[in-house]
């Protein structure tokens, strides 16, 4: 297990986050993941990292994993100009993840507040969500009200709403 998996679970535990644990092999896309979401009864969630042209912003967008992302649809809402795809660089320096372990779990690592969140409206509607714990071999199922009201808080990091499709 990787020191930043491992300090996933403490932070979670001190904040009194259940949660049901998948292991599985290293997923890269949401494709991949049909087998788990059978296990899980629902979707797992798709998480982009993004940022404007000039990587001056950077942004993390939780979307329900069925989705259509579309560029312009979300710069829009958001006031910026343009968005692209963040390098695996910025990935590393602000959310401690890699591609194909984006998660809304890495907020936990961006002590300074770089990264502005943003959440797919149908995400609130749902009951549980699902993410990685900064790692793509495990998978965590959790209430989406124990993700809004307690992990968020706890990662210093609010949440701008976004409509997807």
Known sequence: MENIEQKVYEILQDIGIDYIKYEHEPLYTIEAAKEIDEKMGFSICKNLFLSTKHHTEYYLLFMEGSKK????????????????FADEKAMWEYLKIHPGTVSPLGLFFDTEQRVHFLIDADILNMEKVAMHPCVNTATLAMNTKDFIEKILPASKHDYKVVTLE
């Open 69 to 84: 992302f579309h560029t312009g649809k979300v710069s829009k809402q958001v006031g910026v100009p343009r968005m692209t």
